[in-house]
């Protein structure tokens, strides 16, 4: 089954469960956000780098409009949604639309099973990278997520770029998902540990030190 629905080219990448704020400019994404607020209806954002948009994107719906401008302009609050992928894009209008296709992860017992387990390696790692980095978060929190919600939750964070974030969205696999966070978490904690290793080895030398920090 496909749906049409209004789309909106950004230069981020919306993640289910994600909440971003907007701020509603132009002319015709004016007329796009009114129509999706009069009709109570979702719209998608697609991933656009400057030059052309991904084929992959998630639905939002608007749940708070922030602040209204007297010449129209608007901030607003969006929240991610179910993903998609684009079928046939019509720009006859005021704003772009798009036949779209949605989606979800696949996966039987064992995958959703590797899926928990990679979950769980996930958290141990995220919890040294923390602790390296001085700061805290509730691991229970964490460890009660789906698999699904975890990996989106953490995609989310600056533990990806734009293009990483892209990939994990248009992945249908919790797993792989949550193996390229494990993977990128690693990384994060190995820079952690050498800059802190470095900072140990100027110790008070207040002249060097302000750069790494």
Do not use: W
Request: hydrophobic share 40%.
């Amino acid at each position: 089954m496909t749906e049409r629905i209004p789309i909106f080219p950004l230069g981020l990448v919306l993640l289910p469960g994600m909440e971003v704020p907007l701020h509603i400019f132009e002319e015709r994404y004016r007329k796009m956000v009114a129509h999706c607020l009069e009709q109570d209806c979702q719209f998608g954002i697609v991933y656009y780098n400057g030059c052309h948009f991904r084929s992959t994107g998630c639905t939002c719906r608007i749940k708070q409009v922030t602040k209204e401008y007297s010449d129209g302009r608007k901030d607003i609050a969006i929240e991610g949604n179910h993903r998609f992928s684009l079928r046939e894009i019509d720009d006859s209008g005021d704003y772009l639309v798009a036949d779209v296709r949605y989606f979800s992860d696949c996966g039987n017992k064992a995958a959703n099973a590797e899926a928990k387990r990679l979950q769980q390696e996930a958290v141990e790692i995220f919890v040294k990278l923390a602790e390296v980095n001085n700061r805290k978060f509730d691991v229970n929190f964490l460890k009660e997520l789906t698999a699904s919600e975890f990996g989106f939750l953490l995609s989310a964070s600056d533990l990806c770029n734009l293009e990483e974030r892209q990939e994990n969205l248009e992945s249908s696999s919790a797993a792989n998902r949550i193996q390229n966070l494990v993977m990128s978490a690693r990384r994060a904690l190995m820079r952690a540990e050498a800059q802190n290793r470095l900072l140990d080895i100027l110790g008070d030398n207040s002249d060097i030190r302000h750069i790494f920090n």
